[in-house]
């Protein structure tokens, strides 16, 4: 991770040259502009931890910068120098979003002092909000819930590279848990005080996606009425979990591969370079290496992304695992519908069991929930379960029953569809000769878990 960065602004080349070596001295990367237009373009380029601005410049005030600077981002904190220090000055310059108003000549001791308390304070903030986020997510599932196997295998991988924070690739089929691995990861790993800001990229839109990662200016496009922060600003010094990075535009991937090889990037609509600090962790279903023989996605943004390949696998391949997952969805539901007592059938968890899971770990959350509100609080029996997910129990090969309707019928086609593709939508969609589009407003309509990580 990156040292503190501190933006200077001052005219006077005696205390420039004197604040900085102190600084340097003391573990700070030290930036330095001589007037208002130089530390507003620096501001915007370098993303400074604290800014240092005299308050005379040879082209205006520093009550004049300091509004713009909080507009662009209030968490960063600013030290105001003056040689003519008043009550009244110091009152406005407070208001206008100044942390300390200092007079000179400072004591550089002094300053370090003002400094380091101001980015505790700062990183304190962030670390609650960061706290926040991961207790809103606090009932997410275990990662590792089970003892066969495969998920050992995981176990032992994951452990060995969590205090890493190098690019990591998640690999898995839909709803096997890569959100859930990567909320994990950002949890015990080194940035685990800092900021997890997740997007899922799944059919989105390329120009919503460039705006989402990246921020706009003002007036950058039709509707732009303000700017935006993007989320590698957002997501500074933190995590950035790109989910489904196999959906991402192809004239994106440039972009994307320039900031996690510089640390840099620009917003849409502006000409300066912002600085950024983010672990990626980015997740797929799909095969990348076909979607590079395909021409959809780049070589080297794929070398650049998978440093750490993981690969979670399906529900199927690690069936002795689904009686502890049931009954982990079971506790959990339980006591959200205030029905803690009630147990699985063992005729239950045999059926659990035997079927093959397509929709993963996300359709037993589902069918777990679901049979607990059928139940009688009580207990499970297999009469409770209801598998009407992507499957829906029918056997391959076999025809669909002669009571359905016609909406039905479209259903249990698609679905059918969908399993020989193995859930695979860009496939289904192409042999059902309908737009990828359709096939996931659908999806989303019957709630069929085929179109999240």
Known sequence: MSRNRVLLVEDDRGIRFGIRNFLAGRDFDVDEAENLKQGE????????????????????????????????????????????????L???????????????????QALLVVIERLLDNQRVRQRDTARTTQQARAGTVDPFIGQSAPIAALRDQVQRIVTTDRPILILGETGTGKSVLAN??????????????????????REFVETEL???????????????????????????????????DFQIQPKLLKVLEEKRFRRMGDVRDRVTDVQLIAATHQDLHALIREKRFRSDLYFRISTI?????????????????????????ANEMSAPNITLDPQAVNGLQQYSWPGNVRELKNVIERAILLSDRHLITLRDLR??????????????????????????????????????????????????????????????????S
């Not at 790993?189 to 990229?201: K, M, W």
């Not at 500074?236 to 196999?246: P, Q, Y």
């Not at 689904?322 to 982990?328: D, G, N, S, T, V």
């Open 41 to 88: 373009e620096m501001y915007r380029q370098s993303r400074p931890d604290i800014v240092i601005l005299d308050y005379s410049l040879p082209d205006g005030n520093a009550l004049e910068l300091l509004p713009r600077l909080k507009g662009s981002d209030p968490t960063i904190p600013v030290i105001i120098l003056t040689g003519q220090g008043s009550i009244d």
């Open 90 to 108: 110091a009152v406005r310059a407070i208001k206008e979003g100044a942390e300390q108003f200092l007079t000179k000549p400072v004591q550089m």
């Open 184 to 205: 994990w990861l950002h949890r015990n790993g080194p940035r685990a005080d800092e900021p997890f800001v997740d997007l899922n990229c799944a059919g989105l839109a």
């Open 214 to 248: 990246f921020g706009h200016e003002k007036g950058a496009f039709t509707g732009a009425v303000a700017a935006k922060t993007g989320l590698f600003e957002v997501a500074h010094r933190g995590v950035l979990f790109l989910d489904e990075i196999g959906d991402v």
């Open 309 to 333: 390949p993981l690969t979670i696998p399906p529900l199927r391949e690690r069936r002795d695992d689904i009686p502890a997952l049931a009954e982990f969805f079971v506790r959990r539901f």
């Open 387 to 452: 598998f009407d997910s992507i499957e829906s129990g029918v056997a391959a090969g076999s025809a669909p029953p002669s009571d359905l309707t016609l909406e039905q019928l479209e259903r249990w086609h698609i679905e059918r569809v969908l399993r020989e593709e193995n859930g695979h939508v860009d496939s289904a969609a192409q042999r059902l000769g309908i737009p990828r589009s359709s096939l996931y407003h659908k999806l989303k309509k019957w709630d069929a878990p085929v179109s999240q």
